[in-house]
């Protein structure tokens, strides 16, 4: 685990060990959620299995031990200063995909260009709030110009995004919380096989 300062408080990252890694996965968690979650740990091992090093981050709310989520902005601003010191340490070199569950799918599309990232895994992507579809944010996914997966339960209160130009969405049963980690692994297991073919 590395702590790692932000402008707006310590984060921390829980990197996985493997050998020779091919690529890296920064995952971010939901947002009342943590790294626990069975969604992040079936990617964690989908990744894991295809060579990629794997860091789940907890961004500085979480480890200030608040529940509720920063502000869209200062979570951006932390999880770009941690990719950013993660690329000039651990992670140098090797190519980066960037994603997250929930919350954290929307920081890693809204940030996708400013991390350089080569490819965006989102996990239950809120595409709106429960019963407003009126408040989409899929131009959150829409800005997003690399391959992009989305796992998404097939009864997500949250809303099923559509398939797009360089979107991929696999449907899995369940609801927003992906309680599946396998299916969520198996899913991200066919779609890292395509992208590292």
């Known amino acids: 685990m590395l702590e790692l300062d932000t402008p707006h408080g310590l984060a ?30 079936g990617a964690a091992r989908a990744a894991g299995k ?4 794997v860091a789940r981050i907890e961004q500085p709310y979480r480890v200030a031990g608040r529940r509720s989520p920063a502000p869209a902005a200062q979570l951006d601003a932390a999880w770009i200063s941690v990719v950013q010191q993660l690329q000039a340490g651990p992670l140098a070199a090797l190519p980066l995909l960037t994603g997250g569950r929930s919350s ?8 996708a260009a400013g991390t350089g990232s080569a490819a965006v895994l989102c996990l239950a992507f809120p595409l709106h709030p429960p019963g ?11 800005a997003v110009h690399v391959p992009t997966l989305v796992v998404q339960g097939e009864n997500d209160p949250f809303g099923l995004p559509p398939p797009g130009r360089n979107r991929t969405v696999i449907r899995i049963a369940g609801t927003h919380s992906l309680a599946s ?15 590292y073919a």
């Open 132 to 142: 407003r579809p009126e408040k989409s944010r899929l131009s959150e996914l829409e």
């Open 12 to 41: 921390r990252a829980h990197l996985s060990e493997i050998d020779s890694p091919v690529a890296a996965l920064v995952l971010g968690h939901g947002a009342g959620g943590g790294i626990e979650s069975a969604d992040l740990l």
């Open 181 to 195: 980690g396998a299916a969520v692994e198996a899913a991200v297991s066919a779609w890292l096989a395509i992208l």
């Open 50 to 53: 295809a060579g990629l090093l």
């Open 104 to 111: 954290g799918a929307r920081v890693a599309c809204r940030t």
